[in-house]
T-cell receptor, first 115, second 111 residues
Framework: EADIYQTPRYLVIGTGKKITLECSQT?????MYWYQQDPGMELHLIHY???????EKGDLSSESTVSRIRTEHFPLTLESARPSHTSQYLC??????????????FGPGTRLTVL | EDKVVQSPLSLVVHEGDTVTLNCSYE??????LLWYKQEKKAPTFLFML????IEKKSGRLSSILDKKELFSILNITATQTGDSAVYLC???????????FGTGTRLQVFP
């Protein structure tokens, strides 16, 4: 069982609020990722990190920001939430670049609704 | 541009049927192909394939990769209602740790 956690699981907030979605993993993985997935749609990578103090933007443009101060923690922040940010946000981690260890483990997801 | 295409997009079958899900890809410097099962929330890992022609098997599920024709199939035999899910195919290239996901195949198994 993969040990990767996301909080909150569900969040309903009003427009303009600042929010932080938490993601933490206890597997010591260097690589972490944030995906955005609308209902019935494909996963889109919005941020990733190769390790502490490393963050990169993904393939889908996002107004969110991330930080990686500790290996186990990869929070995602929206400074001013808008209804267009309503989506499911999935966090994932992987061990490294070896062929044997490139499986990504996913957290349970945070379903965000912005009114 | 790298891309992963899955077919069919949606599939409805009865319990006991066998299904084959397809995944084709165009990725520079291919390293591995992964299959995930996504039910209500997060995807769960099924298989990782790196070599052509070697079948991976787990219970009623099996998968194989063809690196010459650039595709993989996921077979599910004797389907059960618990197999109902979206099955995602993802491809990883060398020199990157990003996965390129297909849109998924939505499988519904009815009793």
């Amino acid at each position: 069982e993969a040990d990767i956690y996301q909080t909150p699981r569900y969040l309903v907030i009003g427009t303009g609020k600042k929010i932080t979605l938490e993601c933490s993993q206890t597997m010591g993985h260097d690589k972490m990722y944030w995906y955005q997935q609308d209902p019935g749609m494909e996963l889109h990578l919005i941020h990733y990190s190769y390790g502490v103090n490393s963050t990169e933007k993904g393939d889908l443009s996002s107004e969110s920001t991330v930080s990686r101060i500790r290996t186990e923690h990869f929070p995602l922040t929206l400074e001013s939430a808008r209804p267009s940010h309503t989506s499911q946000y999935l966090c994932a981690s992987s061990a490294g670049t070896s062929v044997l260890y490139n499986e990504q483990f996913f957290g349970p997801g945070t379903r965000l609704t912005v009114l | 541009e790298d891309k992963v295409v899955q077919s069919p997009l949606s599939l409805v079958v009865h319990e006991g049927d066998t299904v084959t899900l397809n995944c084709s890809y165009e990725v520079t410097n291919f390293r591995s192909l992964l299959w995930y099962k996504q039910e209500k929330k997060a995807p769960t890992f099924l298989f990782m394939l790196t070599s052509s022609g070697i079948e991976k098997k787990s219970g009623r599920l099996s998968s194989i990769l063809d690196k010459k024709e650039l595709f993989s199939i996921l077979n599910i035999t004797a389907t059960q209602t618990g197999d109902s899910a979206v099955y995602l195919c993802a491809v990883e290239a060398y020199n990157t740790d990003k996965l390129i996901f297909g849109t998924g195949t939505r499988l519904q198994v009815f009793p």
